[in-house]
């Protein structure tokens, strides 16, 4: 009984922590004589500040579904980020994950190659 109800505690504990993460997503198009299509079938990566090494690093990546969207999911609200697509970094400025109510979404800008 002693063993089901740490179980019981760590599985609330697990549920509460997923509560708080934040899912991002995006889309990327590229401008074709003023029309913009969805990007399929590309690469972006999800960069995290490491403030102690000084530099950006890969945390996940993605590729962009027939409609040029991106997902990622379950990052820590509170935490520097970029995105890079095709050695491009976007925004020009960082981005803090947010805090939002589950099964919600970060929305960034559009991104056009």
Known sequence: MKYLFI???V???LNVEMAKATNIRG????NVNG???PLANVRVDFMLWNGQARKWEVSSYAITG??????FVNFQPGMTFCISVL???????????QSLPSN???DLPVIST
Not at 27 to 30: A, D, G, L, N, P
């Open 7 to 9: 179980a019981f505690i």
């Open 11 to 13: 599985l609330l504990t």
């Open 27 to 30: 889309q990327v198009v590229r």
């Open 35 to 37: 029309k913009y299509y």
């Open 66 to 71: 027939a409609d040029g969207f991106y997902y």
């Open 87 to 97: 050695g491009h970094y976007y925004p020009p400025q960082p981005l803090i994950t």
């Open 104 to 106: 919600s979404y970060q």
